[in-house]
């Protein structure tokens, strides 16, 4: 099993990493990273560092926990229930994320998700959208999913966008 893969660098396909669904995994990259069928990532964290971006979009896919700092977008979908957590690193911050879960799986905010310049949140929930945490994007937040939204844990909770869209469709 792998524990960490790091150096990606000049990596333009990722075939599948399995960590046995008990370990880390962490992605370092200076370039893009774009995920091939039919590789699956399997891990209980993914951290996902460097400039990206990260297109880690396999339905397959099963990690409960994913993490990171990227320059460039994140997008990622999970075969269940996903939460924005802590990997190492605390919490997803990119120029734009896009989250989904599939098959009746909870995506969970339990670290605040944070985009840079320009960047949107678009997360599509097959279950419950639990906010934990806060969501800052600098461009529109968008909810889209057969799942509830339920906001959550102590204390307020706030999803904050620069002058743009909050929608929950």
């Known amino acids: 099993s792998i524990g960490t893969a790091n150096g990606l660098n000049g990596v333009a396909n990722l075939a599948g990493i399995s960590a046995n669904n008990s370990n880390d995994v962490t992605l370092t990259s200076a370039t893009a990273v774009t995920q091939t069928v039919p590789g699956v990532i399997a891990a209980a964290g993914l951290e996902i560092k460097g400039t990206g971006p990260f297109t880690l979009a396999n339905a397959s896919n099963d990690v ?18 996903v939460a924005v957590g802590t990997v190492n690193t605390v919490g997803l911050t990119a120029c734009g994320v896009d ?35 806060n ?35």
């Open 99 to 133: 989250l989904t879960s599939l098959t009746g799986g909870t995506i969970t905010v339990s670290n605040n998700i944070v985009t840079t310049t320009g960047g949107q949140v678009s997360i599509t929930n097959a279950g419950a959208l639990n906010i934990n945490a």
């Open 135 to 169: 969501i800052a994007a600098d461009g529109a937040v968008t909810q889209n999913g057969a799942g509830s939204v339920i906001f959550g844990g102590t204390g307020t909770r706030s999803i904050v966008t620069t002058a743009d869209d909050v929608n929950f469709l």
């Open 64 to 81: 409960v926990t994913l993490a990171g700092n990227v320059t460039n977008g994140v997008s990622y979908t999970d075969s269940g229930s």
